[in-house]
């Protein structure tokens, strides 16, 4: 049966870039359910993190769902490089290039889970054509390119609108940009389940002292999960 429990996903974004590795395993031991990797290019977005090689050095210190989200454009040419690398998830945006279903065809031929990813300005009908294509679908509740910024709230709309394209498809709603426990309610409520934090989880604690990450964890899984319990109800 398809999970819709909120899955919280931090981003290594967020985490010690000199310990990557050690950063991966202390979150995954205070109980984040996937761990969310920000590839950016400076050409898609204003900002420049991570290639392949860093996908594969951490691979091996990431034992729950390597989740891996790709602010490049073109796209298509580093799908095979990144999937290779070790890729459980790989999502790539509607607006990164003009063959959207070739894309997501071409993530499952690699042996990943197709996400695609909807800019702040972009509509949820802009995927009403491949929603048998995904796997995933993530809402950008942030301008992408860097972390830290403040959650717009315009796009919780536009998770519930999802919600019902999806209907009863064992498709990922996820949240990547200013998720805390205080806008976690709402986007569980409207029907989001996987939501990445990067400042929110990683702010207090470090890997010689990771408790702050698991009280930052369990924060925002316990307001998420109070909201869609409340919605179900």
């Not at 919780?156 to 998720?179: F, N, T």
Request: aromatic share 6%; charged share 20%; net charge negative.
């Amino acid at each position: 049966m398809f999970d819709r429990r909120p899955k919280i996903a931090p981003s290594i974004l967020s985490a010690d870039f000199a310990a990557f590795g050690a950063e991966c395993e202390a979150v995954e031991a205070q109980g984040a359910d996937w761990v969310h990797v920000d590839v950016m290019d400076g050409h898609f977005v204003p900002n420049i993190t991570f290639g392949p090689q860093t996908v594969k050095a951490i691979r091996p210190h990431i034992e729950t769902v390597m989740d891996v989200h790709l602010m490049i454009a073109p796209v298509d040419p580093y799908i095979a490089a990144f999937a290779e690398a070790g890729a459980d998830v790989l999502t790539a945006h509607a607006e990164a290039g003009p063959h959207l279903d070739r894309t997501l065809q071409a993530i499952r031929a690699a042996g990943c889970k197709a996400g695609v990813a909807l800019n702040p300005a972009t509509p949820a009908e802009a995927i009403a054509y491949v929603m048998d294509r995904i796997d995933l679908v993530c809402v950008m509740t942030v301008n992408p390119g860097f972390g830290g910024q403040s959650f717009i709230d315009a796009c919780v709309p536009k998770v519930a609108r999802l919600r019902e394209m999806i209907g009863d498809r064992p498709i990922h709603i996820e949240i990547d940009g200013g998720v805390t426990p205080q806008t976690a309610p709402r986007l569980t409520a409207a029907g989001a389940d996987v939501l990445v934090a990067g400042s929110a989880v990683f702010k207090g604690g470090s890997v010689a002292q990771p408790g702050a990450y698991g009280a930052n964890i369990r924060a925002i899984r316990e307001a998420a999960t109070a909201a869609a319990r409340s919605d179900a109800a």
